[in-house]
């Protein structure tokens, strides 16, 4: 499960759902109660759109051991699971388990199938081969640290895993909305288990202020679009007990698909058909 979920909080708020948000816990009047509770629904929705895609979509570190083939001309084919890849960080790849031959700064290339090629040097036999492979694969997702005025120069946050050199990011502050991107001559640091904060420098200073906490994000807009979807249906909460979209057993959301009933059920197609196009095949 992702650490923090794909849409913040305030984002959700932002959004015209028209929904309720102060009284999710009852009989609590603290606005950071009911914020909290909202994180835990989002954080939960994260995670379903997760499973619905077969991996997860934050981009995350993969280790594989799989089998990929030599093509003859010196380079190494390889399949990977989760998608899309995003960089490379260690490749081995070997005719037995025992005799594998290590690649140290793997230059890989992805083409558009997600296949990664990486030159290993040399006139190499085809053939199939066993590989080890360590990489990168998903959208960054991520936020940020702590406040940074408008002008700033690196920004800083939770977890860099994904973010990139010279690529382009939205920040997805309300009223400090806005793109950024990072500097092309930035090295990224290996990726953990347990990211640490990292300042992270940009091409050109943001055009706003922003706020800890802010959502820095490399997911395409209709994928965050799904959780927001799956988010407002599950707060879709009827008047009364005889209303109630959910029958007695079997709370999912494909109970409240098939039920007749007024609910937030078109809401979750809705989210289903735009991860389609993210799902991995199995």
Known sequence: ???????????????????DLQTLRSGIMDPAAQTAELTNVLLMSS??????????????????????????????IVFPSDRPVLSVAAVSYGSTLSRMAYVPTPAARVDKNQTIIIPVGGVVPRGRVWVDITYTAGWASTCLTSDATA?????TVADPTGILPGASYRLWEPGSEETVTVSPTWTPPAVTTAP???????????????????????????????????????????????????????????????????????????????????????
Request: proline share 6%.
């Open 47 to 76: 995670a379903w759109a997760d499973d619905v895609c077969n991996q997860p979509l934050g981009a995350h570190r993969v280790d594989l051991s799989t089998q990929g083939r030599l093509d003859g001309d010196g380079n190494l």
């Open 151 to 155: 002008g700033a120069t690196t920004l």
């Open 1 to 19: 499960m992702a650490a923090a979920p794909y849409v913040t909080a305030a984002e959700f708020a932002a959004h015209p759902t028209y929904l």
């Open 196 to 282: 640490a904060p990292v300042a992270v420098p940009l091409a050109a200073p943001t055009v706003h202020a922003h706020t800890g906490g802010a959502g820095w994000s490399g997911m395409p807009a209709d994928m965050r679009l799904a959780v927001v979807n799956y988010t407002t249906a599950q707060l879709m909460r009827p008047d009364t007990a005889a209303e109630d979209s959910y029958p007695d057993t079997a709370l999912s959301a494909g109970t409240r698909e098939n039920d007749s009933r007024k609910d937030g059920s078109g809401l979750v197609r809705e989210a289903e058909r735009i991860l389609a196009n993210y799902a991995r095949r199995m």
